[in-house]
């Protein structure tokens, strides 16, 4: 099944070879669950009055059949970090999003409760 991929940069200017990368990213994601439907990437630069590399933010949604999985990634100082590191947690958050899916997540038994004990009124 074929994912769009929406791809949403603001306050910078992404290369031909970011934006490569972030397609090749996205489709991994998609190897990893071919149903995915869509990935929305939105890629935050510095705000206009950092004079270095600032904090990137990276936020990235994944569209499945009946769920959407969002990762916000904190700051960082490199845009490239912030992109894999984004990427990464959206990975984990598919595959954990396969495993409840597939019911193979460990539920735990509810607490054992010991009924009441019965006081007579002998004492």
């Known amino acids: 099944m074929q994912f769009t991929l929406h791809l949403t940069p603001k306050d910078l200017h992404l290369n031909r070879a970011t ?17 995915l ?6 890629l935050e630069g510095p705000v206009h009055h950092h004079r270095k590399g600032g904090p ?5 949604d994944l569209i499945v ?3 959407e999985l969002v990762v916000n990634h904190h700051e960082t100082a490199d845009l490239r970090q912030a992109i894999r590191e984004a990427f990464e947690a959206a990975r984990r ?20 409760h010991r009924p009441e004990e019965t006081v007579s009124p002998e004492f």
């Open 19 to 35: 934006v490569h990368h972030i397609q090749d990213k996205a489709a991994k994601l998609a190897a990893v669950y071919p149903r």
């Open 37 to 42: 439907l869509k990935c929305r990437v939105v």
């Open 56 to 60: 990137y933010t990276a936020r990235i």
């Open 65 to 67: 059949p009946g769920a």
């Open 93 to 112: 958050r598919l595959e954990d999003h396969i495993q409840h899916r597939r019911g193979e997540v460990k539920r735990h038994q509810p607490p054992y």
